[in-house]
């Protein structure tokens, strides 16, 4: 893959120098090229046992009895539990991270495909599994909800009866923006366009499943439970609550995990069954499922109708967008997501341009489908939102019929705007979008492009340009406006400077891949100016690390980052001190340079950083109020979200005869602020890139009109291959947070939330001579074909 660099990068320095911000190579490499990472399935206690779940064949149905008789006969199982022994623990259904139910086991009705109805634990995996086939379970059928258009017609099938009262599949409407004020702008406009958008629903698909292994002492009544998850210490609060173990007595480790994409926030049932499994037994036992429960019964994403309207003068000045959303979220309303936004952080659908007015009115339902909707690097559904108004704007460019880059440059919040202030609530921190539009211009060649693409289309080929432009909201965030189930928004961090200079920093947020053991080594080492091979990274474990959060949201650099820098600073000040001590002079006359404190105007009269530490836990009289070690602590609530943005150009070739598209060029702009390791911002831009591929061009949870999921393995959802996708052309900007202690922005959902509809406006501008105008994702051959016909299909 080629990788052109073509900004200068001020925050970054000199790329090949060894402290601080660089292309570092990952420190967690060695382990995981060597195959000798830690994931779930390497965990092996002693005396461990095996669960499997069993799940349900149909979408809908009444629980009329199972019999477990026979299964528990088999020689190798040493139990079954069903949802009736949960219920007996109170244990059968659990709270969602939406404030909603989940069963655990089905006790009354079947409610999705795949959901689980039993639990067997057995002396191995397969013996577990052949135990599933001797459970008899007699269902009683019910007509399923599907169509999530079709769940509040009235008379149709409700899903939550469990619910007391509850009378429809409605699960909220929520709304933001100014209705009237939207309506007037709409009402004036010279030209207003329509479109209904469908985001299919996706899944994640992490190369590792989900999984855990649950160790329960009934001597010390300790819990320790490894999991595939992306919040450990949420979840243990979340377990002490709803199982009732103190706190404090359990441990939840993440060990190495193999992707997580969103796909590992929640808490799935199967985790809670390993830990009854558990105490049900006095054994440990190992839950890991397969390829198609993940794919079945997992957080999928996205799943949103959306009705756009769009509203412009004629001579191209964007004035308002408008939408209506039917957000499908499945049986159970799981969406892991901050508890004041139930439709994630959609309300960026403004985009990157300055409007007169916008309204958004979200209503979410359910329907029998496994739960979630909140994941695949989504940044909590800005990845829906950006869709949404960048199609828009590529249909109002062609009924204008000006050029969609230019459109959009003409619209762009201007740099002299931030902090912009929007008309759902934000405010955008920082931004600058018209280099970074024009830099992805000139990289791509645009007006070269667009030549080749007249020439090329007075010969029949199709050759389609689509241009995207996005500004995502990550890093949730203050506190006062951002929780999960009550749980505020901040992360701790803790840093410990061993005397010989040697550091170790404890984090709260959990890497899935993202190279966190690089990164913010590198923010200790660029702080402190300690290399950062001699700083490790401690995370995943809740008994090693501070509360906090957790990763999701690309929240990881703009918080927890936050928190690293701040604690590094902290060591420093109390460094100065000490090196002041060291000195016989005053902490005012020292100046900081990297590694060292030294008397201001004498720069040979310094002390480094190892040389204080070495002093800090030496015999020397310590000034009044140091205590005797170079720790500190933090918890960061940061102010403001960060607002990173991107511009990208895709190239696609269409074969007219077969509809088959091909991605030959895309070209990817990035700002992300301070760039702290740009070979992982890279890695990570690649990535989203891939996905974006995958979404726009195959990717599908699809079902039948009873609710059999047709999607539950890689044979039928399609994900891309080094062989789909071209070489990435990357390029970026800086344009530092203004209130992030190091300048940081997120980076790790960007490419995924800006890619789709880049790639979705270069297929619908190759189908101009077709008269296409929109067609649905995913852009498969078939339906391709199908659009060239004038017949868009409905996904
Ligand atoms: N980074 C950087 N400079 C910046 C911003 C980020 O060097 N200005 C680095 C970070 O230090 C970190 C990485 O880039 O090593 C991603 O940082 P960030 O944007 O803070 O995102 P998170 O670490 O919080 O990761 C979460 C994000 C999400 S929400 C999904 S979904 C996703 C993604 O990361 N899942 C991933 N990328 C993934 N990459 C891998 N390999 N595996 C996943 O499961
Ligand atoms: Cu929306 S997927 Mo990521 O936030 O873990």
Request: with cysteine.
């Amino acid at each position: 893959t080629t990788v052109q660099e073509h900004a200068p990068n001020p925050a970054a320095g000199d790329p090949n120098r060894p402290i601080g911000f660089g292309r570092l190579q990952r420190k967690e490499d060695p382990r995981f090229v060597r195959g000798k990472g830690t994931y779930i399935d390497d965990i092996v206690l002693p005396g461990m046992l095996h669960g499997a779940i069993l799940r349900a064949p149909v979408a809908h149905a009444r629980l009329v009895s199972i019999d477990t008789t026979e299964a528990l006969a088999h020689p190798k199982v040493l139990a079954v539990i069903t949802g009736k022994d949960l219920q007996a623990l109170n244990l059968a259904w659990a709270p969602t991270l939406s404030a909603d139910v989940q069963a655990v086991l089905v006790t009354d009705k079947v409610r999705f495909q795949g959901q689980e109805v039993a639990f067997v634990v057995a002396e191995d995996r397969y013996a577990a599994r052949d135990a599933l086939e001797l459970i008899d379970v007699e269902y009683d059928t019910l007509p399923p909800v599907i169509d999530a258009r079709r769940a509040l017609d009235p008379g149709a099938p409700v899903i939550r009866d469990d619910i007391e009262g509850r009378t429809d599949n409605r699960i909220f409407d929520w709304e933001i923006g100014d209705a009237a004020e939207t309506e007037a702008v709409f009402a004036a406009a010279d030209v207003v366009v329509a479109q209904e958008i469908v985001y299919p629903r996706v899944h994640p698909a992490p190369m590792e499943t989900c999984g855990a292994v649950a160790d329960f002492d009934p001597i010390d009544g300790n819990l320790t439970l490894y999991e595939t998850t992306q919040a450990p210490h949420a979840h243990r609060t979340l377990y002490a609550i709803v199982a009732g173990i103190p706190e404090h007595k359990i441990r939840i480790v993440s060990p190495d995990i193999g992707g997580g994409f969103g796909n590992k926030v929640g808490i799935y049932p199967g985790y809670i069954l390993a830990v009854v499994g558990s105490i049900v037994t006095g054994k440990p036992v190992k839950w890991v499922e397969d390829r198609s429960e993940n794919l079945m019964s997992t957080s999928f994403a996205r799943d949103y109708i959306m009705q756009g309207e769009i509203a412009a003068t004629k001579e191209g000045k964007i004035l308002a967008v408008r939408t209506n959303v039917l957000a499908d979220h499945g049986a159970f309303n799981a969406t892991a997501q901050p508890t004041k936004t139930p439709a994630g952080f959609f309300s960026i659908f403004t985009g990157s341009y300055d409007l007169e007015a916008a309204y958004c009115k979200v209503t979410g339902v359910y329907t029998n489908k496994a739960p979630g909707g909140v994941a695949y690097a989504c940044s909590f559904r800005v990845t829906e939102a950006v869709y949404l108004v960048e199609r828009m704007v590529d249909i109002l460019a062609r009924k204008l019929e000006m050029d969609p880059a230019e459109l959009r440059l003409k619209n762009f919040i201007k740099p002299e705007q931030f902090p912009y202030a929007n008309k759902t609530g934000w405010v955008y921190d920082s931004g600058n979008y018209e280099p970074a539009m024009r830099l992805s211009m000139q990289i791509a060649g645009y007006e070269d492009l667009r030549r080749e693409q007249l020439e090329k289309r007075e010969r029949g080929e199709l050759m389609g340009i689509g241009v995207s432009f996005f500004t995502e909201t990550v890093g949730a965030g203050p506190r006062k406006h951002f929780d999960i189930v009550g749980l505020g928004m901040a992360d701790g961090a803790e840093l410990r400077i061993h005397p010989t200079g040697k550091a170790v920093v404890r984090i709260s947020v959990q890497s899935q891949g993202q190279g966190h053991e690089t990164t913010f080594a590198q923010i200790v080492a660029e702080e402190l100016g300690i290399p950062p091979e001699s700083i490790d990274v401690v995370h995943g474990d809740t008994d090693q690390t501070p509360f906090g959060l957790g990763t999701y949201g690309s929240r990881s650099t703009p918080v927890s980052g936050g928190a690293v820098a701040l604690v590094a600073r902290k060591v420093r000040e109390k460094a100065k001190f000490i090196a002041a001590a060291m000195l016989e002079t005053r902490p005012e006359d020292l100046e900081w340079e990297k590694g060292r404190w030294f008397v201001k105007g004498d720069p040979s009269a310094g002390k480094t950083i190892e040389e204080i530490a070495m002093a800090a836990h030496g015999t020397m009289t310590l000034p009044e109020g140091i205590d005797g070690n170079l720790d500190a602590e933090v918890t960061y609530d940061p102010p403001n979200l960060t607002f990173p943005f991107g511009a990208y150009i895709c190239v696609v070739d269409v074969d007219a005869g077969t509809g088959h598209v091909k991605v030959r060029r895309f070209i990817a702009v990035d700002d992300c602020g301070t760039r702290i390791n740009p070979m992982i911002i890279e890695g990570q831009v690649h990535g989203g890139l891939t996905d974006g591929v995958g979404m726009a061009l195959m990717e599908i949870i699809a079902f039948d009109e009873d609710g059999n999921c047709l999607s539950g393995s890689f044979m039928e959802y399609l994900i891309p291959t080094a062989m789909e996708v071209p070489d990435w052309e990357t390029g970026f900007t800086v344009t530092p947070s203004p209130h992030h202690p190091i300048g940081a922005k997120g980076i790790g959902e960007s490419a995924t939330v800006g890619s789709p509809p880049a790639i979705v406006n270069a297929i619908v501008d190759a189908l101009t001579p077709y008269g296409v105008t929109h067609m649905d994702m995913p852009c498969t051959p078939a339906r391709v074909w199908e659009a060239m016909q004038g017949r868009a299909r409905p996904p």
